[in-house]
């Protein structure tokens, strides 16, 4: 089959759960005989980058703004599939899907599929008419697409309840790297191993790291605490993390982190805390179970959904909680006995090759 994807930023990943879910997924169906094509954007990817390990790259220029980077990006990458032979059109997340309208006109013989990753007009970076338009977006992809597929099962249920509509479940999966390459992030950052909290995360309110540096601030513990992330037109909320964090000496702002730096900080961290108010299904969080890390969470759904039980939880944007708790979990002889629970449960449930075959089921064209 040729399949095109639509919506990400691009691959390899940087950083975004949609970006890591394309890759991963892209590179497994090329592995698997099919041919794919990935749209990027130049901000994200080099545009002189045409093939990722056998997954071909059409670079599309877009408006690089806030409000009109992933549209903009969109819609020429929409007019210009236009023009391509395709078996499988396949946009992420709702924000795209609001252009899908126009494939399943022009190519109402190309299967359209529609992968739903997060609710993100909950996401406060979004103003109240961006968050309508992600709404319209929503109902668009749940409505025209050919196929609906929920990285998660609050996802699949939300849409049967609001649309009436089978959504198929396939989560997000991870891949576990049991090697990697001598480097130096840990000296760089002067972190030892197994003395360190780690929160990855792209630095949006959403993801409620202030609380976290809120609650790290209000204990006196050994440990000090390391962000892996960056920005997302979040200036300001970039701003209010780097104030909080300059009043304790022991936080370490990382910035972007990818490759072997980001899998030597997973492997070394003695916790991983993931304070989110929202989410899809966290890659990071189901990357930190795969490589053994007891982990903390708050508790909404979806990181409930992801750590299954093995793992300990705080009540969602709870400072005090989240405080109690992180002490808790520092403490807890029974840390390590979890988390080996937790990987466990990730190669059985987010394993990348049985993701990718339920995709291609997806893909494949209905029985008469």
């Not at 406060?124 to 668009?140: D, S």
């Not at 179970?289 to 709870?318: H, K, W």
């Not at 403490?331 to 937790?342: G, K, L, T």
Request: charged share 25%.
């Amino acid at each position: 089959m040729k399949i095109y994807f639509i919506g990400q930023k691009g691959i390899p990943a940087k950083s975004g759960g949609v970006e890591k879910h394309v890759e991963a997924l892209a590179v497994n169906l090329v592995e698997k005989g099919h041919e794919v094509f990935v749209y990027t954007r130049p901000n994200y990817t080099d545009c002189k980058l045409t093939n990722y390990r056998g997954v071909k790259l059409i670079s599309r220029i877009s408006f690089p703004t806030k409000h009109l980077d992933a549209f903009s990006h969109t819609l020429i990458c929409s007019l210009d599939v236009l023009f391509r032979q395709a078996d499988v059109i396949h946009f992420q997340a709702i924000g795209p899907a609001s252009l899908l309208w126009l494939v399943k006109l022009f190519k109402p013989r190309t299967k359209v599929v529609f992968t739903f990753h997060c609710q993100d007009y909950y996401h406060q970076k979004w103003g109240g008419f961006a968050q309508k338009f992600l709404r319209f977006g929503e109902t668009v992809g749940c409505k025209l697409a050919d196929e609906v597929i929920a990285v998660s099962r609050s996802l699949a249920d939300y849409v049967a309840r609001k649309y009436n509509r089978e959504a198929k479940y396939i989560p997000n999966g991870v891949q576990i790297i049991d090697e990697v390459k001598d480097n130096k992030v840990l000296e760089e950052l002067n972190l030892k191993s197994g003395q360190y909290i780690l929160a990855v995360s792209r630095l949006v309110r959403h993801k409620g790291l202030h609380y976290l540096i809120e609650a790290y601030n209000n204990l006196e513990i050994d440990q000090k605490l390391v962000i892996v992330g960056s920005g997302a037109h979040t200036d300001d909320y970039v701003e209010q993390v780097q104030q909080l964090a300059t009043k304790n000496g022991k936080i370490v702002l990382a910035g972007e982190r990818t490759g072997d730096d980001l899998v030597t900080l997973f492997k070394n961290a003695k916790l991983f805390v993931q304070p989110s108010e929202s989410e899809g299904l966290s890659i990071a969080l189901l990357e930190a179970m795969a490589y053994g890390i007891p982990v903390l969470v708050s508790d909404i759904p979806e990181n409930l959904e992801a750590i299954g039980g093995y793992g300990r939880t705080f009540q969602s944007r709870n400072v005090d909680d989240l405080a109690c708790k992180l002490q808790e979990a520092l403490n807890a002889e029974d840390s390590q006995e979890i988390a080996a629970q937790a990987l466990v449960r990730v190669k059985q449930e987010y394993d990348w090759q049985n993701i990718t075959e339920s995709t291609i089921a997806v893909y494949k064209p209905s029985q008469a």
